[in-house]
């Protein structure tokens, strides 16, 4: 099966049915499935190609999910990029890709000029909104509303593609500082939604609100299952106003809302009680385990609600979930692995062990199919499994499993932090931080936070005579860097803790750089 | 408009959001937009505007009309000040 026959199963067995509702405006399956055909014949005139990359820079639009499944439909590879992306990286991400098209919206139209030149094989670049005019450098411009108009034939095109093709690329941040794009294929991620719509018992009158960015897979995910099971997705752009998204919540019945740790600490300090949320079934919760207080806050508050737990990566989307039944339970335990899926954990010499403390092991049909070209970060993270061919995903995570199988996250085996449940390298952040001529040392480390995971915290000495404030450092990062790789707090020392080579002692800086 | 109330709120959202680099914010720009505000940014925003203005803003006013541009919150701070006033007179 192909991702794109999520939508368009969806738009031949129920035409009619909601299928989106975002930013003011209802679509039906069919409606979204005939916007999809058109831009992917739009696509495919403009030179995009089977197999090509096509970035797709947007808030959470209805532009956004039609975009991805015109990419799909024209037998290419989308990629979501956060649109809070700068210059540089976006420019990065098209170059490491030899993306053919970039798609985003008016908003960005200085971004579009800036990187015209320094991105050769972007040719066609597609823009949303009012303003459409870019100066594009002998790029292909088109605008999205020509692209969907009533004048483009909005039958489905001819799409060689198969299972086995790339259907995605999600750049997630390395341990080098460098963004990897991690390879999905049609396979992957169908079987990564059929796990987790069968265990969240997902039926084609849930009615799903999100509220988290489509660039991070767990929101993206939210799109890819609902049109999977024909149901209804309510689209926000963020969680910013948290009443006006309850109320969303309340008048569209919404049956189904995915959170982060953020997000349900601002739950808590709202009064539940005058919203009638007697629709919702059930509430996930991924990328930083919830704190346990939250939990039983929230098990209090909202008891007749489903509460999920759940661990993932990008590389495999999502690994384990906790039954509600056993929240009350075991609150502290991610879960363990989802349908159709095995997980377990190894030593430092890669032996399975029957519990205890290793490193998470995947097995299944939603492991990547690796970093794009590059050959031995894959080879460290993607090992031979049991049958010839197989690969197994070692995931840099460990765990404690308990004797039942239930986990438990520890760390990381890397430097990388996860804040938010995104990964943040510490190195691009340092690199960032450097081109301030006034650092002399920079490190940057995670330290525990109750909400995001970890926080990012940045730890500096200056040159001597220069003067920096902390706010001068923030702007410079927020300048350079997506939002949530930008530090929560930074610390100027006046020496940094050494290793006996000389190298910043990472170690000891994280035990004396807490809190 | 009290370009006083105008003013503290422009130079608390450039100052906390903005890094102090907000000289091209304008007074009706969207800060859901314009990337500027996230919901924890909307909870420090609400703490200032309580704690400057002595207003008190409940969960129903967390909504864009009121607090998704500097003109915005300063029209909700004027209208919640007008009601104190109301009730204390």
Redesign the interface.
Known sequence: MQVEQFLEESARRSPDKTALVCGGRRMTYAEIDTEANRMARGLIRAGVRRGDRVAICLENSTEAVVSIFATLKAGAVFMVVN??TKADKLAFIANNSRATALVTDS?HRTVVNEIADCTPHTSVVVIAGRETEVNANGKHSLAFGDLIGPGEDGSKPANPSIDIDLAALIYTSGSTGTPKGVMLTHLNVVSAATSITTYLDSRADDVVLNVLPLSFDYGLYQVLMTFKVGATLILE????????VL?TLVAERATGFPIVP??SA?LL???LG?YDLTSLRYITNTAAALPTTHIVELRARLPRVSLFSMYGLTECKRVSYLPPDQIDIRPASVGRGMPNEEVYIVDDQGNRLPSGVGELVIRGANVMKGYWELPEETARRLRPGPLPGEKVLYSGDVFRMDEEGYLYFVGRKDDIIKSRGEKVSPREVENVLYELSAVAEAAVVGVADDVLGQAVKAVITLRDGASLSE?DV??HC??RLE?FMVPKVVEFRTTMPKTSTGKIDKKTLHMTAAG | MDFSVNDDVRAFVIQNF????GAQLTDDES???A?I???????ELVGFLETKFGIVVA??????AN??SVVRVARFVERKMKERSRIAG
Request: net charge negative; glycine share 6%; proline share 6%.
């Open positions: 649109p809070t908003r752009r963020s969680f910013t106003y948290p009443h006006a109320e953020t997000i601002l300090q709202i009064d005058k706010q923030l702007r927020s300048q939002n | 903005m890094f102090g680099q800060f859901l937009e990337g505000i996230d919901s924890t940014g909307v909870l969960d129903d006013d967390l909504v864009p607090l998704d």
